[in-house]
Protein backbone atom coordinates (compact mmCIF):
# COMPACT_ATOMS: atom_id res chain seq x y z
CA UNK A 1 0.00 0.00 0.00
CA UNK A 2 2.70 2.40 0.34
CA UNK A 3 4.13 1.82 -3.11
CA UNK A 4 0.56 2.57 -4.38
CA UNK A 5 0.15 5.74 -1.89
CA UNK A 6 3.63 7.33 -3.62
CA UNK A 7 2.59 6.42 -6.77
CA UNK A 8 -0.77 8.42 -5.89
CA UNK A 9 0.77 11.50 -4.09
CA UNK A 10 3.10 11.49 -6.69
CA UNK A 11 1.34 12.09 -9.62
CA UNK A 12 -0.78 14.48 -8.00
CA UNK A 13 1.63 16.25 -7.52
CA UNK A 14 2.95 16.40 -10.89
CA UNK A 15 -0.77 16.95 -12.54
CA UNK A 16 -1.95 19.95 -10.58
CA UNK A 17 0.69 22.67 -11.90
CA UNK A 18 -1.15 24.51 -14.85
CA UNK A 19 -0.25 23.64 -18.14
CA UNK A 20 -1.24 23.10 -22.19
CA UNK A 21 -3.34 19.35 -21.15
CA UNK A 22 -5.46 20.95 -18.07
CA UNK A 23 -6.08 23.81 -19.66
CA UNK A 24 -7.49 21.61 -22.91
CA UNK A 25 -9.57 19.57 -20.51
CA UNK A 26 -10.78 22.42 -18.46
CA UNK A 27 -12.38 24.61 -21.45
CA UNK A 28 -13.68 21.50 -22.63
CA UNK A 29 -15.80 21.40 -19.75
CA UNK A 30 -16.62 25.21 -19.68
CA UNK A 31 -17.72 25.46 -23.58
CA UNK A 32 -19.29 21.88 -23.96
CA UNK A 33 -23.20 21.84 -23.90
CA UNK A 34 -23.16 19.12 -21.79
CA UNK A 35 -20.48 17.35 -19.61
CA UNK A 36 -20.55 13.74 -22.12
CA UNK A 37 -19.89 16.59 -24.74
CA UNK A 38 -16.05 16.72 -23.14
CA UNK A 39 -15.49 13.19 -22.82
CA UNK A 40 -13.47 12.55 -25.97
CA UNK A 41 -11.11 14.73 -24.85
CA UNK A 42 -11.05 13.58 -21.41
CA UNK A 43 -10.65 10.12 -21.81
CA UNK A 44 -8.10 10.61 -24.59
CA UNK A 45 -5.69 12.35 -21.79
CA UNK A 46 -6.49 9.61 -19.28
CA UNK A 47 -5.58 6.87 -21.98
CA UNK A 48 -1.94 8.92 -23.30
CA UNK A 49 -1.32 9.39 -19.75
CA UNK A 50 -1.46 6.35 -18.93
CA UNK A 51 0.66 5.10 -22.02
CA UNK A 52 3.13 7.27 -20.87
CA UNK A 53 3.18 6.62 -17.28
CA UNK A 54 3.72 2.03 -18.26
CA UNK A 55 6.20 2.99 -20.40
CA UNK A 56 7.54 5.13 -17.66
CA UNK A 57 7.81 2.22 -15.07
CA UNK A 58 8.79 -0.03 -17.85
CA UNK A 59 12.40 1.67 -18.05
CA UNK A 60 12.05 3.57 -21.41
CA UNK A 61 13.25 6.43 -19.07
CA UNK A 62 16.48 4.83 -18.78
CA UNK A 63 17.21 4.39 -22.69
CA UNK A 64 15.76 7.76 -23.03
CA UNK A 65 18.06 9.67 -20.79
CA UNK A 66 21.27 7.69 -22.13
CA UNK A 67 20.88 9.70 -24.99
CA UNK A 68 21.20 13.29 -25.04
CA UNK A 69 20.25 13.68 -28.57
CA UNK A 70 17.03 12.14 -27.98
CA UNK A 71 16.30 14.78 -24.58
CA UNK A 72 17.10 17.48 -27.49
CA UNK A 73 14.69 16.30 -29.42
CA UNK A 74 12.09 16.07 -27.22
CA UNK A 75 12.85 19.92 -26.15
CA UNK A 76 12.91 21.30 -29.75
CA UNK A 77 10.06 20.10 -30.94
CA UNK A 78 8.07 20.90 -27.32
CA UNK A 79 9.21 23.74 -27.84
CA UNK A 80 8.32 24.90 -31.19
CA UNK A 81 4.64 23.07 -30.13
CA UNK A 82 4.35 25.19 -26.95
CA UNK A 83 4.95 28.43 -28.58
CA UNK A 84 1.99 27.49 -30.94
CA UNK A 85 -0.54 26.60 -28.37
CA UNK A 86 0.41 29.38 -26.05
CA UNK A 87 -0.69 31.79 -29.06
CA UNK A 88 -3.76 29.61 -29.85
CA UNK A 89 -4.41 29.70 -26.20
CA UNK A 90 -4.27 34.00 -26.49
CA UNK A 91 -6.26 34.75 -29.72
CA UNK A 92 -8.70 32.54 -28.48
CA UNK A 93 -12.03 34.26 -27.66
CA UNK A 94 -14.40 31.98 -25.10
CA UNK A 95 -18.49 32.63 -24.78
CA UNK A 96 -19.95 30.48 -23.19
CA UNK A 97 -23.20 32.22 -23.67
CA UNK A 98 -23.07 31.13 -27.30
CA UNK A 99 -20.70 28.03 -27.21
CA UNK A 100 -23.25 26.09 -29.40
CA UNK A 101 -22.84 27.92 -32.17
CA UNK A 102 -19.42 29.03 -31.38
CA UNK A 103 -16.76 27.35 -29.42
CA UNK A 104 -18.20 23.70 -29.52
CA UNK A 105 -15.20 21.13 -30.73
CA UNK A 106 -16.46 18.09 -32.45
CA UNK A 107 -15.24 14.50 -30.87
CA UNK A 108 -12.47 13.67 -33.60
CA UNK A 109 -10.74 17.07 -33.48
CA UNK A 110 -10.67 16.55 -29.05
CA UNK A 111 -9.43 13.26 -29.83
CA UNK A 112 -6.52 15.07 -31.90
CA UNK A 113 -6.14 18.09 -30.04
CA UNK A 114 -6.07 15.97 -26.64
CA UNK A 115 -3.36 13.42 -28.13
CA UNK A 116 -1.04 16.34 -29.17
CA UNK A 117 -1.10 18.02 -25.92
CA UNK A 118 -0.01 14.88 -24.10
CA UNK A 119 2.50 13.35 -26.31
CA UNK A 120 3.92 16.35 -27.70
CA UNK A 121 3.99 18.34 -24.69
CA UNK A 122 7.51 17.77 -23.05
CA UNK A 123 6.74 19.04 -19.91
CA UNK A 124 4.18 15.85 -19.83
CA UNK A 125 6.93 13.53 -20.96
CA UNK A 126 9.65 14.32 -18.84
CA UNK A 127 7.19 14.12 -15.64
CA UNK A 128 6.68 10.81 -16.61
CA UNK A 129 9.45 9.35 -18.21
CA UNK A 130 12.07 11.46 -15.98
CA UNK A 131 10.58 11.29 -12.22
CA UNK A 132 7.82 8.80 -12.38
CA UNK A 133 10.15 6.14 -14.25
CA UNK A 134 12.84 6.69 -12.33
CA UNK A 135 10.90 6.63 -9.14
CA UNK A 136 9.51 3.38 -9.67
CA UNK A 137 12.83 2.32 -10.04
CA UNK A 138 12.85 1.59 -6.05
CA UNK A 139 10.00 -0.64 -6.25
CA UNK A 140 10.30 -4.58 -7.14
CA UNK A 141 7.74 -5.92 -9.41
CA UNK A 142 4.26 -6.32 -7.29
CA UNK A 143 5.53 -3.12 -5.63
CA UNK A 144 6.51 -1.42 -8.89
CA UNK A 145 2.84 -2.30 -10.28
CA UNK A 146 1.04 -0.84 -7.12
CA UNK A 147 3.01 2.37 -7.78
CA UNK A 148 1.84 2.61 -11.63
CA UNK A 149 -1.54 1.68 -10.57
CA UNK A 150 -1.83 5.14 -8.06
CA UNK A 151 -0.50 7.21 -10.80
CA UNK A 152 -2.77 6.02 -13.38
CA UNK A 153 -5.74 6.11 -11.17
CA UNK A 154 -4.59 9.86 -9.93
CA UNK A 155 -4.25 10.70 -13.84
CA UNK A 156 -8.14 9.48 -14.61
CA UNK A 157 -9.76 10.85 -11.67
CA UNK A 158 -7.78 14.54 -12.30
CA UNK A 159 -9.03 14.87 -15.65
CA UNK A 160 -12.71 13.72 -15.31
CA UNK A 161 -12.35 16.59 -12.27
CA UNK A 162 -11.03 18.93 -14.39
CA UNK A 163 -13.61 18.92 -17.14
CA UNK A 164 -16.24 19.12 -14.03
CA UNK A 165 -14.62 22.50 -12.44
CA UNK A 166 -14.74 23.54 -16.34
CA UNK A 167 -18.08 22.75 -16.90
CA UNK A 168 -19.17 24.64 -13.81
CA UNK A 169 -17.06 27.64 -14.02
CA UNK A 170 -18.38 27.84 -17.58
CA UNK A 171 -22.15 27.65 -16.04
CA UNK A 172 -21.24 30.51 -14.02
CA UNK A 173 -19.08 32.79 -16.50
CA UNK A 174 -21.81 33.29 -18.69
CA UNK A 175 -20.05 36.39 -20.55
CA UNK A 176 -16.77 34.34 -20.92
CA UNK A 177 -14.50 37.04 -19.12
CA UNK A 178 -13.24 34.85 -16.80
CA UNK A 179 -12.54 32.26 -19.49
CA UNK A 180 -10.72 34.57 -21.15
CA UNK A 181 -8.41 35.81 -18.82
CA UNK A 182 -7.45 32.44 -17.31
CA UNK A 183 -6.28 31.67 -21.48
CA UNK A 184 -4.59 34.80 -21.24
CA UNK A 185 -2.74 33.59 -18.11
CA UNK A 186 -2.23 29.98 -19.09
CA UNK A 187 -1.01 31.32 -22.51
CA UNK A 188 1.95 33.44 -20.61
CA UNK A 189 2.65 29.87 -18.72
CA UNK A 190 3.09 28.10 -21.27
CA UNK A 191 5.38 31.03 -23.22
CA UNK A 192 7.54 30.68 -20.32
CA UNK A 193 7.58 26.88 -20.42
CA UNK A 194 8.78 27.25 -23.93
CA UNK A 195 11.25 29.62 -23.15
CA UNK A 196 12.88 27.43 -20.69
CA UNK A 197 12.88 24.64 -23.01
CA UNK A 198 14.74 26.71 -25.67
CA UNK A 199 17.48 27.86 -23.27
CA UNK A 200 18.00 24.05 -22.03
CA UNK A 201 18.45 23.17 -25.81
CA UNK A 202 20.82 26.08 -26.86
CA UNK A 203 22.58 25.37 -23.31
CA UNK A 204 23.38 21.86 -24.17
CA UNK A 205 25.57 22.19 -27.45
Same mark, same amino acid.
Given at each position: ?????? !???????????????????????????? #???? $???? $??????????????????????????????????? !????????? /???????????????????????????????????????????????? *??????????????? !?????? /????????????? *?????????????????????????????? #???? *???
Amino acid at each position: MEALLH !GMLLAFGLILPLGVQNVFIFNQGAVQSR #YKGA $LPAI $LTAAICDTILILLAVGGVSVIIFRFSWIQNLFFTV !GCLFLFYMG /WTLWRTNVSPVKKEKATVVSAKRQVAFAASVSLLNPHAIMDTIGVIGT *TSAIYPGFEKGLFAM !GCVAVS /WLWFFGLAFAGRK *TGQLDTDGILLKKLNRVSAFIIWVLALYMA #YQVL *TSF
